[in-house]
């Protein structure tokens, strides 16, 4: 009976977190999934509470039943007597439980949401329907024991109740407030003082607090933090005019004790043809050294050496896959993945090159500080020389044109409620920014800063007052029902920049909840700008994340 509670959350929860039921109102973007973990977790607080009070309501009934002999009115006495302090402790629970819905991971929302929806059934329909209806049908059955074992329990274990039963509890209470005044955790009475340990403080080493500077080429490979990622958009001409739209990321997450988890984004937009292609693969586990370099899994790889082979099941790497790489570092990088979509191979083997342009480290520093959500590392080569073959429809491609490499990671976790508006804007005359808008669970923007490059190769930091983003359309995705921005006017006053954006094609979003459960609109854009009133062309790519059915759209 007590799985029926706990079955019943499980339904819940995929209800709510899988298919995306509630998520404006819970504050969450649907996973499409729920995560493997979710049900052993729940089984295991699950169960222990409801075998709580099942103790507490059978210990009843079985007390009343002694004592009078008569099934039907032990069932009643047992429930009416345990009423109380079951439904009290329920109710503690469910509130204590269910506030866990505020918090900002996803997993944490499910695991609150869960346990307050299984104890309140427990301690409801369970306790006060279905425990008592099932008793008062078995009857005298409920209480059936062979001879043998009976007379062994009544010998044996003897039934305390009443004043010998408290004052039994009350002396195991008092052994044990003696034994937590012990350092030891024995009873200090059969101890000499003489024996007793002095705890001494163990020395331990940790990691230098951040921030700390960013040095490259180390920093290009990976880092022992909680989240990372490698993150390329660019530009192509083909030999035959045509103009593509590319991104390629390359995610690392590392959880406590759990395997290191690897997911990969290829996406192409098909600009001319108006189409946009995307594929997504992801791994469980160390990496096999497949690309030729240094291991990716060490604390701080020197070098750029990332593979994805995609998994054929949970933990089951496709060992005869083609991996996706990510090879090179210090601004001389090599892209190789080949997807599919829509039956089709897609995909992309480019070498690109930083030249002479400087690395920008965002915020000053190359530390961004998200306050009490962590901070995150985070530079860019902000327009790198692109060139290798595109393969659409079949056919490769000659291409050639421009790239922005954004790498990040930190101590933050970039799934949950909010989300943020990237922009990445390449300008004719030699200057280069890119601007974050973050946004809280609220729609509020907590966190908003840019970087500008200038043609000299100048870094300069944007602080939130020296521009400004408007909205001025928007469009909405039919496969997902998300709303997204679809057009922007962004001032740069002391500049003397303004600068619109347009997708190139509307339909740029990826659903890639499958790797990294979340949906996100990343495109090409068609950019006209001004500098003091001359006109200027270039290049952008925009990121968008957190959107869904019923959330705002409206930049600040």
């Known amino acids: 009976i007590n799985a029926l509670s706990i079955l019943a959350s499980f339904g819940a929860l995929v209800w709510i977190f899988q298919d995306g039921n509630l998520s404006a109102v819970l504050g969450f973007q649907p996973l499409g999934f ?93 306790r006060a329907l279905l425990v008592p209806s099932t008793m008062r049908l078995l009857g005298d059955r409920n ?37 937590a005044c012990s350092p030891s955790g024995r009873l200090l009475a059969n101890e000499p003082a003489a024996q007793r340990p002095v705890p001494l403080p163990t020395p331990t080493v940790g990691r230098a607090p951040d921030p700390q500077p960013v040095v490259l080429p180390r920093d290009d490979g990976t880092h022992d933090r909680l989240t990372e990622w490698w993150y390329y958009t660019g530009h192509l001409s083909a ?3 045509r103009s593509f739209g590319f991104e390629y990321v390359i995610f690392r997450a590392e959880r406590g004790a759990f395997p290191v988890a690897w997911a990969s984004h290829l996406a192409v937009t098909d600009e001319d043809g108006d189409r946009f292609l995307y594929d997504q693969r992801s791994e469980i586990g160390p990496q096999v050294d497949l690309s030729g370099g240094e291991s990716a899994d060490d604390d701080v790889a020197t070098s750029l050496d990332l593979a994805i082979r ?6 089951i790497p496709a060992t005869d896959a083609v991996p996706w790489t990510i090879t090179g570092g210090d601004g001389r990088d090599r892209l190789s993945a080949l997807g599919s979509a829509d039956g089709a191979p897609f995909g992309l083997d480019l070498g690109l090159l930083d030249g002479a342009r400087p690395v920008a480290l965002h915020d000053r520093d190359g530390y961004i500080d998200f306050g ?9 080569r902000t327009k790198m020389e692109a ?6 429809d079949g056919q490769e491609l000659e291409v050639e044109g421009v790239a922005w490499f954004d790498h990040q990671w930190g101590d933050f976790i970039a799934v949950g409620a909010g989300g943020w508006d990237w922009f990445a804007v390449n300008l004719d005359d030699g200057t280069d920014f890119t ?82 459960g979340v949906v996100y609109w990343e495109g090409s854009q068609v950019v006209t700008a001004t500098r003091e009133g001359v006109p200027l062309g270039g290049q952008a790519y925009v990121e968008l994340t957190g959107y869904g059915p019923g959330s705002s759209s409206q930049a600040p």
């Open 34 to 126: 729920v995560e493997t973990t979710l049900p052993v977790i729940l089984f295991c607080v699950l169960f222990g509470l409801s075998m709580d009070y099942e103790v507490f309501l059978l210990s009843r009934m079985k007390e009343a039943y002694d004592r009078t002999g008569d099934n039907r009115e032990a069932v009643a006495q047992g429930l009416e007597r345990s009423g109380r302090i079951v439904t009290s402790a329920a109710l503690i629970v469910v509130v204590v439980a269910g506030s866990f819905v505020f918090a900002e991971v996803v997993l944490i929302k499910a695991v609150g949401l869960g346990v307050a929806i299984a104890v309140a059934l427990d301690a409801t329909v369970v």
């Open 143 to 179: 209480w059936w024991m062979p001879a043998r074992l009976r007379r062994w329990i009544g010998t044996r274990l003897p039934v305390i109740e009443g004043a010998a039963l408290q004052a039994l509890v009350l002396s195991v209470v008092a052994a044990l407030l003696l034994a």
């Open 239 to 241: 030999d035959d005019g």
């Open 310 to 315: 995609g998994e054929v099941g949970p933990g």
């Open 372 to 380: 009490p959500a962590g901070g995150s590392y985070y530079y860019s």
């Open 387 to 392: 060139a290798g073959t595109l393969t659409l």
């Open 435 to 516: 601007l974050s808008l973050v946004r809280d669970a609220e729609g509020g923007y907590p966190l908003i800063y840019g970087t500008l490059v200038r043609p000299d190769g100048a870094v300069e930091h944007l602080p939130r007052e020296t521009f400004s983003v408007t909205v001025t359309d928007e469009w909405r995705s039919e496969t997902t029902g998300a709303t997204y921005p679809a057009g922007w006017r962004i001032e740069i006053p002391d500049e003397g920049l303004v600068v619109g954006l347009v997708p190139t094609v509307a339909a740029q979003e990826l659903d890639t909840r499958p790797t990294t």
